[in-house]
């Protein structure tokens, strides 16, 4: 099977098993975005007390953000942790947002409305914004195809033996490998990657994988060794 039909059918695979992940677990780009930030290193029931944090002291808007110090910032997202370093990237982002476009909401909608290479620089420009956070803003808040890639991805393509080739491949390198074999489909980047996640925080676990009840099972090179060894 050629790997577009192999990647194919994990997502037909992995849909049957969970269904539709309706992510992102945000309403509209402000929070999308917001969010984006404050889950790096954080698990994300603790991003959401700091995301009722920022409701609760009005600070919900770039605007404010832009406005607030940040001392006092990093104090309202302290729950979702590295709360400095995240403040900081927050207000990187209003900055850039008040400097090139405004902080309006339509303003922000202006900013995601560039097509998907030029955004995607252009966050990368932005302090604080990495590969996969600028993935993450670009397929939930902008609605662009770019394929996220996270640990949870990179482990299940790993044990599928489908590792982009060479030594120490690198984000963009498994990026590729969803961008090359299949369509440039924003609703379906941004459901694989859901359903990716999805997949290794059960079967396809960090230390214990079950293979057993695994859907990749048999199509996955660790999941035919572990099966072979039981035999």
Not at 151 to 160: A, C, E, F, G, Q
Request: glycine share 6%; with cysteine.
């Amino acid at each position: 099977m050629v790997l577009s039909g192999q990647l194919q059918e994990v997502y037909r695979r992995l849909y049957q098993a969970y269904g539709p992940q309706n992510w992102w677990p945000g309403e509209g780009p402000f929070e999308v975005i917001v969010g984006a930030i404050l889950t790096q290193s954080a698990a994300w029931t603790n991003v959401e007390k700091a995301l009722d944090s920022m409701r609760a002291a009005d600070c919900w808007s770039f605007a404010a953000i832009h406005q607030i110090p940040e001392a006092e910032l990093a104090v309202i997202v302290r729950p979702s942790g590295y709360f400095n370093a995240k403040a900081r990237k927050l207000k990187a982002f209003a900055a850039h947002l008040a400097e090139n476009y405004g902080v309006r909401p339509e303003d922000l909608i202006r900013f995601l409305a560039k097509e998907t290479g030029t955004l995607r620089e252009e966050l990368l420009s932005i302090h604080g914004i990495g590969d996969e956070t600028a993935d993450d803003i670009v397929v939930y808040a902008a609605e662009k195809p770019s394929f996220v890639i996270d640990s949870y991805t990179r482990r299940i393509i790993d044990r599928m033996g489908l590792a982009p080739s060479g030594k120490n491949p690198k984000y963009g390198d498994y990026q590729e490998l969803f961008h090359a074999n299949l369509p440039a489909d924003t609703a379906l980047f941004n459901e694989y990657h859901a359903l990716l996640d999805r997949h290794a925080k059960d079967p396809c676990a960090k230390r214990e994988p079950r293979c057993g009840p695994c859907c990749l099972a048999d199509i996955c090179t660790s999941g035919m060794n572990v099966t072979a060894e039981n035999d």
